[in-house]
């Protein structure tokens, strides 16, 4: 019979609920953004599909909204109960952040009700696009305050500790620590480039199934285009993130890298098996590549695993994490280039199966990146829960019946998977967009219907 370990059962509990809620929290941040978008589209061109898309895509945001609050409530829950050593220690030191992010939540949620209600409620449509500004602006916010927490967890600073004790607090300090400017970067644009492959797969998913209405044709090009212009800023700050591993985290570089020696150009490591005797084995190596990344040139000299403390060493499995991220992060930039460049160059037919059936996986694998991204952000700072100060193990409880919780939020969030998908299917399927189009009086080429 396996042992009860009370950190173990807490580390698996806080992995399901934070992969569980980052799904949500990934659209809730993504999804204002590209229904702004939609809405400026519809203004600009006098256009109602792209106006249709902002109204469609917007109730099915409420929707993931409110799950999301439910798995937020969660995490904060289960920040008390399952790691008190931790908070008691961090606290007061990033409590700013928290308490802001739930200010930025309110703000968010007031607006998107006043948007979702004041429809065809303002002579000047302007005057209700502006309403949508403050949503993208509390959800980028929320992600901007939550998202500094976990850099101040890899980067912990804004205090001292006198005999076991936390003095000289600076909560702005712990905020804008160094790893805060590029975790937050890469969080923002990967939600955003996120959003915009799961919209673009619904619409080349009905595409596919034969539904070729110009108002999918229309939806499958905006986020497409979204997708590469998100793509190129997520590669180009993937590469300043590179560079603060280098600096702040060699460790999890090395480990991301399974780099072992310490050398000026060192190459990158991509896919590979690793042996007993830490030998790689099977991988594509790049050459120099690694050290161009850690500091924009093949002398920057890399700091191997050989050269840490073997305690403090993150798994060595991160690497596949870091790796599936890559990847996936290279195939939707390769997708969303080709859509744009067969569509603008018009030689080709950019709506053809293969294509469509590309963005349709694009959506889903987006998603697998984002997970792969925060368990390689996690795993890779183990054995640290706050880096250099306090390991997971000092600030997990020790509580006899963490099982017991671990089970009830598996069925919850089965609960509340299950009905997501079940209410956004009938919401969209019992009001397809051609319905919906001949309420309004809009034709097939989106111009209106005489009476």
């Not at 109204?55 to 945001?61: E, I």
């Not at 060699?250 to 780099?259: I, M, V």
């Not at 690793?274 to 084995?281: A, G, P, R, W, Y």
């Not at 690497?319 to 997708?335: P, T």
Request: glycine share 8%; with cysteine.
């Amino acid at each position: 019979m396996i042992e009860y370990d009370p950190v173990i059962y807490s580390r698996i509990l806080t992995a399901l609920t934070l992969g569980f809620h980052v799904i949500f929290a990934t659209i809730g941040v993504g999804i204002p953004l590209m229904i702004a978008i939609a809405e400026w589209m519809g203004i600009r061109r006098n256009d109602p599909h792209y106006t249709l898309m902002a109204r469609r895509w917007a109730r099915g945001f409420v929707i993931t909204v409110a799950i999301g609050v439910v798995t937020g409530t969660a995490i904060g829950l289960q920040l008390t109960l399952l790691w008190p050593s931790f908070m008691q220690a961090a606290g007061h030191t990033i409590g700013l952040p928290m308490f802001m992010e739930t200010f930025a939540f309110f703000f968010e949620a007031i607006f998107l009700g006043i948007y979702l209600y004041t429809w065809d409620r303002f002579k000047s449509k302007w005057k209700h696009f502006l309403l949508v500004i403050p949503i993208v602006i509390g959800a980028t916010a929320s992600a901007f305050f939550i998202t500094s927490v976990n850099s101040f967890m890899n980067v912990p600073q804004g205090f001292n500790i006198v005999d076991g004790v936390l003095t000289d607090v600076s909560p702005l300090a712990a905020m804008f620590n160094p790893a805060t400017p590029t975790k937050i970067a890469h969080v923002i644009i990967t939600c955003y480039l996120t959003s915009a492959f799961i919209l673009g797969a619904i619409a080349a998913y009905h595409i596919i199934k034969g539904n070729a209405h110009v108002y999918h044709k229309k939806a499958l090009h905006l986020t497409m285009v979204s997708a590469f212009v998100f793509a190129i800023g997520t590669a180009l700050i993937g590469d300043l993130s590179g560079k603060y591993l280098h600096e702040y985290q060699p460790e999890k570089l090395a480990a991301a890298e399974w780099h072992f020696e310490t050398e000026a150009e060192a190459p990158l490591i991509l896919g590979g098996i690793l042996t007993e005797d830490n030998e790689v084995k099977y991988a594509l190596e790049i050459p120099y590549a690694l050290s161009i990344l850690a500091g924009g040139s093949p002398d920057t000299v890399v700091v191997g695993l050989n050269d840490f403390d073997e305690e403090y060493l993150p798994p060595l499995w991160v690497h596949y994490a870091f790796d599936l991220m890559v990847f996936i992060g290279i195939y939707l930039a390769a997708v969303s280039a080709i859509f744009v460049f067969i569509n603008w160059t018009k030689k080709w037919n950019a709506f053809t199966k293969p294509l469509l059936w590309a963005v349709v996986a694009g959506g889903p694998l987006s998603m697998i990146a984002i997970e792969a991204g925060w368990f390689f952000t996690e795993v890779g700072r183990q054995p640290w829960i706050l880096n250099g100060v306090m390991t997971v193990s000092e600030g997990a409880t020790t509580s006899q019946h963490v099982d017991i919780l671990l089970y009830v939020f598996v069925v919850l969030y089965a609960i509340l998977g299950v009905t997501c998908v079940v209410v956004l299917r009938r919401m969209f399927k019992t009001n397809p967009v051609e319905r919906e189009l001949e309420k309004r009086g809009i034709s097939h080429t989106g111009s209106r219907i005489a009476k």
